[in-house]
């Protein structure tokens, strides 16, 4: 399939208002003027330096500027998108295409798909109520309140058909778990357009909890006691993270424990299963191609042998399993049994023998698939396989 990795940043809700709200009473504190901060704003280190770099720039220019909470609004928007791609740059993970809803709100596009969809709307006193009942939904959905104001939904809709109209035929949504609701909604707007319900698909991604000894971190963005992805990757590495994410199915909650993504031990999966690469490794630098490789596996036999090529051989169908499913814990599950069958081999197998060179070149064949096949899974996952450990 030709793929294309999109992220949608709702810029234009009360979220944003309160990033502008928070830039605006931290910098004022800066100066030492009266500011609180209410519930709603955001606590975290970040905003104070933001403001703070503000105050470095400009100085007390936005003390008493009319125009000052629009601009930390826009500010503090490009500053957090800027931490965001670094952070993703950082986390091996590339999107494409970056779509504003404040550009989708500014393409007059909105009026237009009220317009369109005056068959399925209906008045609740003011507020404008489309009937996705009548459809797939549990509920009909308003998409105008009472006040004039767009839901997130108005947007979304049109953000999707934007989507489709550029050529693509099949959409992949992956968001929050607290997003269910919003998937039969969505189907149902895309109906009334023609299109399929399943030319939508969405993907629910349950919570992570952090644990350490033992114990939860109580996290909370605007309190500010938070864990970033990047502080998380600087703790325990990378690789461990990426892992660790991807070894639960998606709609699992995930237990993320940082004693254990530390350990440099088998009992910490990502270990576990870079040793076994790292392992292999070693037998060709033992072997310094002395000995040619002969993959006939005749001589094949021992138990722990046959269990490895069973695993390689099941491998392109794990692959495929995993596609259809949208499920890579599939591949991570399988690289667990492939690196416990390599330890097994690896122990209880003489692979260099120099007294049998046939053997010894059958082992090796079946060591160099299994390298091929377990770098191939941890790279299809965006963990590295080293060479040392």
Same mark, same amino acid.
């Not at 189907?187 to 399943?198: F, I, N, P, Q, R």
């Given at each position: 399939?030709?793929?294309?990795?999109?992220?949608?940043?709702?810029?234009?809700?009360?979220?944003?208002?309160?990033?502008?709200?928070?830039?605006?009473?931290?910098?004022?504190?800066?100066?030492?003027?009266?500011?609180?901060?209410?519930?709603?704003?955001?606590?975290?280190?970040?905003?104070?330096?933001?403001?703070?770099?503000?105050?470095?720039?400009?100085?007390?220019?936005?003390?008493?500027?009319?125009?000052?909470?629009?601009?930390?609004?826009?500010?503090?928007?490009?500053?957090?998108?800027?931490?965001?791609?670094?952070?993703?740059?950082?986390?091996?993970? /590339?999107?494409?295409?970056?779509?504003?809803?404040?550009?989708?709100?500014?393409?007059?596009?909105?009026?237009?798909?009220?317009?369109?969809? /005056?068959?399925?709307?209906?008045?609740?006193?003011?507020?404008?109520?489309?009937?996705?009942?009548?459809?797939?939904?549990?509920?009909?959905?308003?998409?105008?309140?009472?006040?004039?104001?767009?839901?997130?939904?108005?947007?979304?809709?049109?953000?999707?058909?934007?989507?489709?109209?550029?050529?693509?035929?099949?959409?992949?949504?992956?968001?929050?778990?607290?997003?269910?609701?919003?998937?039969?909604?969505?189907?149902?707007?895309?109906?009334?357009?023609?299109?399929?319900?399943?030319?939508?698909?969405?993907?629910?991604?349950?919570?992570?909890?952090?644990?350490?000894?033992?114990?939860?971190?109580?996290?909370?963005?605007?309190?500010?006691?938070?864990?970033?992805?990047?502080?998380?990757?600087?703790?325990?590495?990378?690789?461990?993270?990426?892992?660790?994410?991807?070894?639960?199915?998606?709609?699992?909650?995930?237990?993320?424990?940082?004693?254990?993504?530390?350990?440099?031990?088998?009992?910490?999966?990502?270990?576990?299963?870079?040793?076994?690469?790292?392992?292999?490794?070693?037998?060709?630098?033992?072997?310094?191609?002395?000995?040619?490789?002969?993959?006939?596996?005749?001589?094949?036999?021992?138990?722990?042998?046959?269990?490895?090529?069973?695993?390689?051989?099941?491998?392109?169908?794990?692959?495929?399993?995993?596609?259809?499913?949208?499920?890579?814990?599939?591949?991570?599950?399988?690289?667990?049994?492939?690196?416990?069958?390599?330890?097994?081999?690896?122990?209880?197998?003489?692979?260099?023998?120099?007294?049998?060179?046939?053997?010894?070149?059958?082992?090796?064949?079946?060591?160099?698939?299994?390298?091929?096949?377990? /770098?191939?899974?941890?790279?299809?996952?965006?963990?590295?396989?080293?060479?040392?450990?």
């Amino acid at each position: 399939h030709s793929v294309t990795r999109e992220f949608y940043l709702n810029d234009a809700g009360n979220q944003i208002d309160n990033l502008g709200l928070s830039i605006d009473a931290r910098y004022k504190q800066l100066f030492g003027l009266e500011a609180p901060m209410s519930e709603d704003m955001y606590q975290g280190v970040d905003i104070i330096q933001i403001a703070k770099t503000l105050k470095e720039n400009h100085g007390d220019k936005y003390l008493n500027d009319v125009n000052a909470l629009s601009f930390f609004k826009e500010y503090g928007m490009k500053e957090e998108l800027k931490k965001i791609n670094e952070d993703l740059e950082m986390f091996r993970v /590339k999107f494409d295409v970056y779509s504003l809803e404040s550009e989708v709100r500014s393409k007059g596009a909105i009026e237009k798909e009220i317009e369109f969809l /005056k068959p399925y709307i209906y008045h609740d006193g003011e507020a404008l109520v489309l009937k996705t009942y009548s459809f797939l939904d549990d509920k009909d959905r308003v998409i105008v309140k009472s006040d004039g104001e767009y839901t997130y939904f108005l947007p979304d809709i049109i953000y999707h058909l934007d989507k489709l109209s550029r050529g693509f035929d099949y959409l992949i949504d992956v968001l929050g778990a607290d997003h269910h609701g919003y998937i039969n909604r969505m189907k149902s707007a895309l109906m009334m357009h023609g299109y399929k319900k399943d030319t939508l698909d969405v993907q629910i991604i349950q919570m992570v909890r952090i644990f350490q000894d033992g114990k939860e971190i109580k996290l909370s963005k605007r309190t500010g006691k938070t864990i970033t992805l990047r502080e998380l990757c600087e703790d325990v590495g990378i690789d461990a993270v990426r892992y660790f994410f991807v070894a639960r199915s998606a709609s699992s909650h995930l237990d993320f424990n940082l004693n254990l993504a530390r350990e440099q031990s088998s009992s910490n999966p990502v270990y576990y299963a870079q040793y076994a690469y790292a392992r292999l490794a070693s037998v060709f630098e033992q072997a310094a191609d002395e000995f040619l490789l002969d993959a006939s596996g005749k001589l094949l036999k021992e138990e722990s042998e046959i269990d490895l090529l069973k695993l390689l051989i099941d491998y392109p169908h794990v692959i495929e399993d995993a596609a259809n499913k949208k499920e890579p814990s599939i591949i991570t599950n399988f690289i667990q049994k492939l690196a416990a069958a390599t330890h097994s081999f690896y122990t209880n197998c003489r692979i260099i023998d120099k007294d049998d060179t046939a053997l010894t070149s059958n082992r090796l064949a079946l060591a160099k698939a299994t390298q091929i096949v377990l /770098k191939n899974a941890l790279n299809l996952i965006g963990v590295e396989a080293p060479n040392k450990m």
